[in-house]
């Protein structure tokens, strides 16, 4: 199995929105809607950000949301802030075994 | 509230086997959900290597899946994780992680170990 496609840096200033791309095949994201996405801080271990495609977990922000189409799935995030400089990346079940994205670097400008 | 701490050797030789364990404590591994084992290469992207159930139930990322074994001990509360024939490519900071529910299939990793730096070398 490859890793799923991610851009390798996005970046946005405070109170913008950001959308980070996932991309897979019709063997994973394209046949799942289980697709979930990690925020990582350098020196720490990744936090669920988001699960099932679009499900927040308790005490993430509602800043971000995730949606799918086709063998894409999204992350955005809304009104930037200075913490979600991050490292993300997605996770997709892809029968019997699952996979990550390469990741993205998130830049607050 | 659910921890899970990793353990193990921090250097293996090549081609030995690479044994860590994941302790977990405030959550009965025998209360249900998979359990994992995600590594990092250093400056790298995270790779699923594997996930158990408390009844032995396995399933492994295919490119590593002949190496790989992943044990359960409910007893102590601990899963285990064994690579075998490492090389320098194995280098990671090996991370344990609560996977999904039995019915479910998403890989929703919501609780994480602090992670373990292994590294091969002679």
């Known amino acids: 199995q490859s890793a799923l496609t991610q851009p390798a840096s996005v970046s946005g200033s405070p109170g913008q929105s950001i959308t980070i791309s996932c991309t897979g095949t019709s063997s994973d994201v394209g046949s799942y809607n289980l697709v979930s996405w990690y925020q990582q801080h350098p020196g720490k271990a990744p936090k669920l950000m988001i699960y099932e495609g679009s499900k927040r977990p308790s005490g993430v922000s509602n800043r971000f949301s995730g949606s799918k189409s086709g063998n894409t799935a999204s992350l955005t995030i809304s009104g930037l802030q200075a913490e979600d400089e991050a490292d993300y990346y997605c996770c997709s079940y892809a029968g019997s075994s699952k996979v990550f994205g390469g990741g993205t670097k998130l830049t607050v400008l | 509230q659910v921890q899970l701490q990793e353990s193990g050797p921090g250097l293996v030789k090549p081609s030995e086997t690479l044994s860590l364990t994941c302790t977990v404590s405030g959550y ?91 590294t091969v070398s002679s």
Do not use: M
């Not at chain 2, 290597?49 to 601990?78: A, E, F, M």
């Open chain 2, 28 to 118: 009965s591994i025998s209360s249900g959900y998979y359990w994992g084992w995600i590594r990092q290469p250093p400056g790298k992207g995270l790779e699923w290597i594997g996930s158990i159930y408390h009844s032995g139930s396995t399933y492994y990322n295919p490119s590593l899946k002949s190496r790989v074994t992943i044990s359960v001990d409910t007893s102590k509360n601990q899963f285990s994780l064994k690579l075998s024939s490492v090389t320098a490519a194995d280098t990671a900071v090996y991370y344990c992680a609560r996977d999904s529910p039995e019915d479910s299939s998403s890989p929703d990793f919501d609780y994480w170990g602090q992670g373990t730096l292994v």
